[in-house]
């Protein structure tokens, strides 16, 4: 009888105590930070073909000339016939041209900018994604 | 029998306090650890902000550095291309042209052929024997002397 009861009673003691203890669970759940550096796919682009301007000749017509010219072209067996530009436009003509010249030039430019801005760029980017390793090698040594 | 009781209570009451004990330092144990942890990846994480801050600042330098240059090279090319227009702006081409047709028409034809050049040297083409030797931009090319290697003019 006794035996029972004490048996009863240190049965019902633990259970109190392993219930009573469930309650005072705490966790702190750990942070889990995770940085991984992207590597950027390099573009490979062909160059550009380089031009080779073909031959143009001017002939200047004037009222002085241009029988000289008409009878030229005949004598050669070719069409009469002349593309013209007045003095404005000849000028008009150049200036487009130098319009163009400065176009591409500006277009150069902006590409050497990007290409030098890109690859200091990278350097930037490599040597910040080296120190995050570093970062997380040290980290990892602590948490070990 | 109550003898009996109180000593198992007592027991019980010592054992429970006993095992409390022993808990609550093992979890706080836990507990510190895990927040030395925690403190540790969030001063990594300060460091990571603070190196990609940084990064971000020369990133920043850059572009400052490549928008300056560009907009520096920009002036120059306004400039460059504003030279045949200063050349053309105060001629008569028509009436030079009427007045002293053979050289005009020489000039015009060299200018083309030297404009055109120009673009060549533009798209990569290498240059000539001549254009190497050339001493200084004009000899270089007129239409575009500022593409001699050895250039400073900017006009």
């Known amino acids: 009888m006794v035996k029972s009861l004490t048996r009863n009673v240190l049965g019902c003691g633990l259970a109190i105590l392993l219930l009573s203890s469930c309650s005072s669970f705490q966790t702190v759940d750990p942070v889990v930070i995770s940085t991984k550096p992207l590597d950027r796919p390099e573009l490979i682009l062909p160059p550009t073909d380089q031009l080779t301007m073909r031959d143009v000749e001017w002939v200047i017509i004037t009222e002085e000339n241009y029988e000289y010219h008409v009878n030229t072209t005949k004598a050669e067996g070719r069409p009469v016939a002349f593309f013209a530009l007045t003095g404005d436009g000849y000028a008009n003509l150049g200036l487009n041209f130098s319009d163009i010249r400065a176009y591409v030039q500006q277009q150069k430019t902006i590409i050497a900018a990007y290409e030098a801005y890109y690859k200091d760029s990278e350097e930037v980017i490599n040597s910040a994604n080296d120190q995050l390793k570093e970062l997380d090698g040290k980290k990892l040594g602590i948490s070990e | ?155």
């Open chain 2, 1 to 155: 029998m109550l003898k009996i009781y109180a000593l198992l209570i007592v027991v019980g009451l010592v054992g429970g306090v006993v095992y409390a004990g022993k808990y609550y330092y093992d979890t706080t144990q836990a507990q510190i650890t895990t927040l030395t942890e925690n403190n540790t990846k969030l001063e990594g994480a300060v460091e990571t902000a603070e190196a990609a801050t940084e990064s971000l600042k020369q990133d920043y330098a850059k572009i400052a550095k490549e928008l300056n240059k560009v907009n520096n090279e920009f002036a120059r090319i306004r400039k460059q291309n504003n030279v045949l227009a200063d050349k053309l702006k105060d001629m008569d081409l028509a009436l030079l042209a009427v007045n002293k047709t053979p050289s005009i028409e020489r000039a015009i034809n060299t200018g083309t052929v030297n404009a055109g050049r120009c673009f060549e040297i533009l798209s990569g083409s290498e240059l000539t024997e001549k254009e190497l030797g050339a001493k200084n931009g004009k000899e270089f090319n007129k239409e575009c002397p500022w593409l001699w290697p050895g250039n400073t003019i900017t006009e």
